[in-house]
Nanobody, 128 residues
Framework: QVQLVESGGGLVQAGGSLRLSCAASGSTFNSYTMGWFRQAPGKEREFVAGAAWSGGLYYADSVKGRFTISRNNAENTTVYLQMNSLKPEDTAVYYC?????????????????????WGQGTQVTVSS
């Protein structure tokens, strides 16, 4: 059974940093693109960053230069999201997800509808 468990969220002042982790288990993940998404109150879920199985990295324009995604494909894959220079508009619930099919690293990686496994989310709140 696939499980994705996020951690590392919290309350931080604007300009601060947080590092989110996503512990994946129950299946193989090395051949799958992994993504981070977020959803703020009253807003739609949006793509934040993706780490392709091939090593490619993808970022939303709003976080480029501030956020860094990485993955550790050890026995149990862990995906990280290092968030620096946080802004109040980064406040949201952050979700980790696995792409629905392996060995894919195209434009579909930006589309949350193409991910079929999701974690429960972790709250990030940035105060001004």
């Amino acid at each position: 059974q696939v499980q994705l468990v996020e951690s590392g969220g919290g309350l931080v002042q604007a300009g601060g940093s947080l590092r989110l982790s996503c512990a994946a288990s129950g299946s193989t993940f090395n051949s799958y693109t992994m993504g981070w998404f977020r959803q703020a109150p009253g807003k739609e879920r949006e793509f934040v960053a993706g780490a392709a199985w091939s090593g490619g990295l993808y970022y939303a324009d709003s976080v480029k230069g501030r956020f860094t995604i990485s993955r550790n494909n050890a026995e149990n894959t862990t995906v990280y999201l290092q968030m620096n220079s946080l802004k109040p508009e980064d406040t949201a619930v952050y979700y980790c997800a696995r792409y629905h099919r392996p060995y894919y690293s195209g434009s579909g990686c930006y589309n949350g509808n193409e991910y079929n496994y999701w974690g429960q989310g972790t709250q990030v709140t940035v105060s001004s």
